[in-house]
């Protein structure tokens, strides 16, 4: 939140008044203290709340994984009773026909890069692509997932793109829908794709499913509370800070030299300090994923030599991105990993490639995880600073 306000307050300044470039840039850096003083200054006015995400933290990986759970949820009779009602929900919104009959869904997140993924064998593939944090889109990214999805046969009509943003404002841009041969699938999927948000589409969702399931489900109802409340805080939308959003529009006017009676000329303005703060960001996402490209080598390397240290094995390798030892349980044999995805950032352990006798035998051990995962056997998920000791855990659970 606060390296977003800074960003926003150095840009409001910059090509709204009339003054040479270097004067506003140099003003740009004077008001971004001014603003991140008022900021601190008005919220130590706000009152005392709590809510556990705001704690924690939801990175773009934490809001997917949020969205998967409450999708993966069923009614006593085994209905996947929020996921149709999400689908419902948008088709009503957004006036689609698309055909999907949703009976024995598979869905995963951060799997093959893709945050959500819903789909049914020769039915339906839904692509959900997060950019709750506005993330820039990577080269050939929604075209390498709908390849995907053709890889393990689904036809290209079967296949739908969500586009899930923050507030509706950001596209794909151009080049996410091209192959590498230059293949481009944005005028294929005109008729299945959307452009949805958390603050129209995904808040409004939630509130009316929070509405339904008073009385019924204790812990659906809390959990929807949290994560309602937690995307008011994220959209300024909390009764109690009315009064801090005032004090910081009322800044950003001044400094945008907005009137009261050129209301298109405001809006104009605001609209292109929007588009600054785009790019900026869009720049800033590149450069975390080629960082992060930079950074695993280096994870798993670290996790590599504490495994031999730990376990006295000498791990093996999936590609750059995955450690790994193996494991033996009557006769059946599995890998227990560690992965960090170089798209997104989700760091996960877990048991992979077992049978589905060794996930019942995972689960008298009574390790905590993911088990609806289709290409684990159990799933853990954690930061990457984190993620050795939930595997060391895991691995001492299943080898001794």
């Given at each position: 939140m606060k390296v977003i306000l800074i960003l926003f307050a150095m840009l409001v300044n910059i090509s709204i008044c009339d003054k040479p470039k270097t004067a506003r840039i140099m003003e740009s850096i004077d008001f971004s203290n001014q603003f991140m003083q008022l900021y601190e200054k008005e919220k130590a006015k706000l009152p005392y709340h709590i809510n556990l995400l705001d704690i924690v933290g939801a990175s773009e990986p934490k809001h997917s994984r949020i969205l998967l759970q409450l999708f993966r949820y069923t009614s006593p009779d085994g209905e996947y009773t929020l996921l149709k009602s999400f689908f419902r929900h948008i088709a009503e919104k957004h006036k689609t026909q698309w055909d999907i009959d949703i009976e024995s869904p598979v869905i995963s997140a951060e799997r093959e890069n893709i945050d959500l993924w819903v789909r049914e064998t020769l039915k339906y593939s839904v692509i959900i692509e997060n950019k709750i944090h506005n993330a820039g889109d990577q080269p050939n990214q929604l075209a390498r997932y709908i390849e995907k999805s053709l890889y393990v046969k689904f036809d290209l009509e079967q296949i739908y793109v969500i586009y899930l943003t923050r507030d509706g404002s950001k596209q794909p841009s151009e080049n996410t829908w091209l192959t590498e041969d230059e293949h481009d699938y944005s005028d294929e999927f005109s008729e299945r794709y959307l452009n949805i948000s958390y603050r129209h589409d995904i808040l409004p969702w939630l509130?009316?499913?929070?509405?339904?399931?008073?009385?019924?489900?204790?812990?659906?109802?809390?959990?929807?509370?949290?994560?309602?409340?937690?995307?008011?805080?994220?959209?300024?939308?909390?009764?109690?800070?009315?009064?801090?959003?005032?004090?910081?529009q009322n800044i950003i006017r001044k400094n945008l030299c907005m009137k009261d009676d050129t209301p298109r000329e405001n809006l104009a303005a605001l609209q292109r300090k929007r588009e600054d703060l785009n790019l900026i960001i869009n720049q800033i996402s590149l450069m975390e994923i080629e960082e992060r490209q930079k950074s695993i080598p280096l994870y798993i390397q670290k996790w590599?030599?504490?495994?031999?240290?730990?376990?006295?094995?000498?791990?093996?390798?999936?590609?750059?991105?995955?450690?790994?030892?193996?494991?033996?349980?009557?006769?059946?044999?599995?890998?227990?990993?560690?992965?960090?995805?170089?798209?997104?950032?989700?760091?996960?352990c877990g048991v992979s490639n077992g049978a589905p006798e060794i996930t019942k035998w995972l689960k008298t051990l009574d390790i905590q995880g993911e088990y609806d995962d289709p290409d684990m056997n159990v799933l853990i998920y954690s930061d990457p600073e984190t993620i050795y000791n939930r595997f060391k855990e895991l691995a001492i659970k299943i080898l001794y």
């Open positions: 509130e009316n499913e929070l509405v339904k399931c008073a009385d019924k489900d204790v812990f659906l109802q809390q959990v929807l509370g949290q994560y309602i409340d937690h995307l008011y805080g994220l959209f300024n939308l909390r009764k109690s800070e009315k009064s801090m959003n005032e004090a910081l590599a030599e504490h495994i031999k240290v730990d376990f006295q094995q000498v791990p093996e390798f999936y590609g750059y991105n995955t450690v790994y030892i193996k494991g033996e349980k009557n006769g059946e044999t599995f890998e227990i990993q560690i992965t960090m995805e170089p798209g997104n950032g989700a760091t996960y």
